[in-house]
C-alpha cells in the first residue's frame, strides 16, 4: 500500500477513516471485487493493484479476467478488480476510486481509445503508476502511462487479410466481404479493421460490402449478420474481429440456409476454445490469434513499475494463427 502520513495515523483513526472512505467509494462504483482484505488501509507491505477490466463480453475477456485473477494471487498482489460492463464512464469512475485509495498501481484495458487524458491525468499527479493492458489510449502524452502490454491488433487484421488474399488469388470475379467489427472505437476495432483492408488491398477483386460493430458479443454477431444476409444476396466471405461474433453469425447463417465454412468462408480473431472447436469443425475457416493470457507478465510489470525500474514502453504478446487442421491438433492442449 502507497504510504500516506504518519504509522500512528495510519494505524489508528486514519485506518477506519481510510476503511469508510473506501467503501463509499466502492459502493459508488457497483461491480468491484476487493479479494480479502485489499485497500483496507493496513500497510503490510502488500503491492495493491487496482484494475478496471472492460466487462465479459466475449469468451476472450474471461480467460483475460481469469489470468490477471490467478497471475495476481500468485505474485502476491492485492488485486482491486473492477468489471466496467464495456462502459467508459464505469473505467473513469473505477480509476478515480482507486486513486482515492491510493492503491500503489492502476492497470486498465480501455474500451475505447479516446478520452482518457484527464483521468490519467489525476493519476499522474497522484504519482500513481498506469498500466495499459490489451487495448491502447491515443492519448498524445505518452507521459501518462508507464507501458502497454498486449497484441499488435493491426498485425492480427494483417494475417485474416493476408489469409483471404492467398485463398482467392484465382478468383476470376468480385469477392463480397462482410465484416463484424468490435466495439466502435476500440482499439481492436480500429486496428483490425486497418490491417485487414490494408491486406486486402492486394486483390481489387476482394470488396468489403457491408461492415458494421456487433460489440464483441455473440448477440450483436448473430443480431448483425441477420441484417447482413437480408441486405446482401451474395456474401462469400465473412471476416468478424473476434471469435464470439462469428459464433453469434453462424447461428444466422445456417438460420438462412447457408452452410458455414462453405457457402461463407469464415475468418475470425482470438483462438477461444469455442472458436477452434467451430474451426476444427470446419464452420470457420481461419482464425489469427489474440492472448488473453496476459495476467503473468502484468503481475511482473506491476512489480517493476512499482520498484522504479525501468519498463519497455510495448511489451508485445506472441501469437499465432490457426487453419482447420492446426485447430484440430491445437484443441486438446488449449488451455482457454
Ligand atoms: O481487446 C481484445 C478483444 O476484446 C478480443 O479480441 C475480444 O474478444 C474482446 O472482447
Redesign the pocket.
Known sequence: MRKTGTTITRRGFGAILAAGLMATSLAACGNSDTGSDAGDGKDDGQIVLGFSQ??A?????TA?TNSIKESAEKAGIKLQFDDAQQKQENQIKAIRNFIQQKVDVIAF?PVVESGWDTVLKEAKDAKIPVILT??AVDSADKSLYKTFI??D?VKEGRLAGEWLVEQKKSASGPVNIVELQ??TG???ANDRKKGFAEAIAANPNLKVVASQSGD??RAGGKQVMEQFLKANPKIDVLFA????MGLGALEAITAAGKVPGKDITIIT??A?KDGMQALADGKFNFIAE?S?LLGDQLMDLVKKVKAGEEVPARVETQETTFTQEQAKAALPTRKY
Open positions: 472492460v466487462g463480453e466475449s469468451g476472450w475477456r483475460n484495458s490489451d487495448r498486449g497484441s491488433f468490435g466495439t476500440s482499439a481492436p464483441f458479443t474481429h473476434n471469435d464470439d480473431i482470438d477461444v489474440c488473453p
